[in-house]
């Protein structure tokens, strides 16, 4: 069996280690090397787990220009990572593309229509797409186990030192809600579309670093919906994440965190779909942030090879990145 040649372009975003080692395990796929084009953070990972197993590059032609590798993992700073992944799609290799995708919807924009011109699989890695809570809340939204949708609420919050908030604070206005936001998008659009409006609050309320917007919330409204995100960089750990949907006939809530997976209430009006009337909790099986990176991954390598369809169409992924941006000042509602 021939393997499917990869690299890594990047290694600062907070995923690529755990990616790399997705692609590391992957049997039909050989990992030629990983560039990082900043000296000091590569002299600063390379003997970590993963990055001390694989080839340094010492020039990014040397993997942008070898025909033989046909896709690259994009897992650069997320002020970096557009125009990263722009050299590879201008190489003709497929993207793995760890989110979110930039802050500058025209670069977004020309980037794309190079993806379509191309024919290139462009995957972004919004891991919660293949953690077993989210599948089944939608699975059972998207068949009409919940009724019509009307009201969904997602609370991913976290914690973050300060250095983590200049880091972010002094590239992206859009602060946690720029950086986090997107996994919940990608959620809420998946199931409702393209909202037609979005509105948002955007708060230094610690001082810590005032450029950097720590305590955020976004409200988006559908024709017959709306949804909340409200996302802060100072919540106490352990983090108590949720996401909840609501529609007419039922209630389907994930509880208490998102990684590793929590259990689910599921609230019905009538007994539907083998479950009793009133307040059920349902387990789900135990899992990890890499189990889902290894998941991303699969689906990644399937599409390649011809043998599925993408997940996630690219026109959704389009939507995702235009809302995250209307959420966070990249383009005016």
């Known amino acids: 069996m021939t393997k499917l040649r990869m690299a890594q372009y990047g290694t600062k975003h907070g995923h690529s280690a755990g990616k790399l080692l997705s692609m590391l395990n992957h049997p039909e796929v050989e990992v030629v090397g ?118 969904v609420r997602a609370h991913m919050s976290t914690w973050l030192n300060e250095a983590q908030r200049q880091v972010i604070g002094q590239d992206h206005k859009g602060g946690i809600l720029f950086d986090l936001g997107g996994h919940m998008i990608d959620q809420i659009c998946w199931l409702l579309g393209r909202p037609n409006r979005v509105t948002s609050f955007m708060h230094n309320h610690t001082g810590i670093v005032p450029e950097f917007m720590d305590n955020t919330l976004g409200v988006l409204e559908f024709d017959r919906a709306l949804a909340f995100i409200d996302i802060s960089a100072q919540e106490p750990r352990p983090m108590a994440r949720r996401y909840e949907v609501y529609g007419t006939k039922g209630s389907a809530i994930i509880i208490d965190r998102f990684d590793p997976a929590g259990g689910i209430r599921l609230c019905l009006e009538e007994a539907a779909g083998g479950y009793a009337k009133g307040v059920t909790f349902i387990d789900v099986p135990e899992q990890d942030r890499q189990d889902m990176y290894d998941l991303e991954f699969e689906a990644f390598v399937r599409v390649i090879k011809g043998e599925q369809a993408p997940d996630r169409p690219l026109d959704h992924d389009i939507v995702v990145q235009e809302t995250l941006l209307r959420a966070t000042g990249g383009i005016v509602d």
């Open 34 to 151: 990983v560039y990082e084009p900043d000296a000091e953070r590569r002299a600063a990972v390379v003997q970590q787990q993963s990055y001390a197993q694989v080839r340094w590059f010492e020039d990014k032609a040397e993997m942008l220009d070898d025909p033989s590798i046909v896709a690259i993992a994009s897992e650069g700073l997320n002020s970096e990572s557009l125009g990263q992944s722009e050299e590879i799609v201008n190489a003709g290799k497929h993207v793995w593309y760890d989110k979110p995708a930039g802050d500058n919807w025209a670069h977004y924009q020309r980037v794309i229509k190079a993806v379509q011109e191309k024919g290139i699989h462009w995957q972004m890695g919004y891991m919660f797409r293949y953690q077993h809570s989210f599948c089944q809340v939608t699975e059972w939204a998207k068949s009409g186990l919940l009724g019509d949708i009307f009201s």
